[in-house]
């Protein structure tokens, strides 16, 4: 009899162990979905995928002949995600005031009507710059910079910028979620760092394909790894 109770207690704890694994399994896949898509549950409007933005420029063909020749052709490297844009095979060093440089720094194409180099805080430092936090373009505050390459360098007195947090959209899209081209929006990513991001610039354009823009400081700070979405939480 003592050794039945002794059977019987061992098998009522060995279920107890495997119901306490399975509830603690489930747990984890609850949170594991809630971390990557929590968004899904809470908003009707359509998920927003997130990119990451490193460091990058964009050139002039003037500029790029300069730098890497007349006789130098501006090659594609890889497609990026918008439709026509691309990463190039062509890198540049980009020196600051401090005559700190960032090696290695990826042209994008197609080229440009303007020179712009796109950097985060954290570059921005470490370069010694005080680039403005504006929209792409908008190089009338930015920072000076100089880029060096394997023929020339070339000095920009308005080059730098930290760009907007931003999403591209359709016509289509800016319908569903009720914006315009120059509002500004808030949206939530979920995960172990849940993050809400403010003043997200809205671009329209029907070329391009539904996606925010984030920079690597903004991305870190959400700790976002791999592919994430945003949930659209209305304008600001």
Known sequence: MFGLDIKTGSANNNNNEREDFIATLA??????????????????????????????????????????GQDAKFEELRPLYQPGEFASKHTLTIVGPKLRCIENVRILGPLRKYDQVEVSLTDSIYLGLNPPVTNSGSLDDAAPITLVGPKSSVFLERGAIIANRHIHMSS?????????????????????????????????????????????????????KGEVYAEFLGKM
């Open 27 to 68: 747990d984890e896949i609850s949170r594991s979905i809630e971390s990557k898509y929590g968004a899904l549950f809470k908003s009707s409007y359509p998920l927003i995928p997130v990119g990451v933005s490193n460091r990058h420029i964009h050139l002039t063909e003037k500029t790029f002949k300069k730098l890497f």
């Open 172 to 224: 289509a899209d800016a319908l569903v979620l009720g914006v315009k081209n120059g509002d500004y929006c808030k949206v939530r990513i979920a995960g172990i760092k849940s993050t809400v991001f403010e003043n997200v610039l809205i671009r329209i354009n029907d070329n391009w394909k539904l996606q925010m823009h984030l920079d690597t400081d903004d991305a870190n700070a959400a700790f976002i």
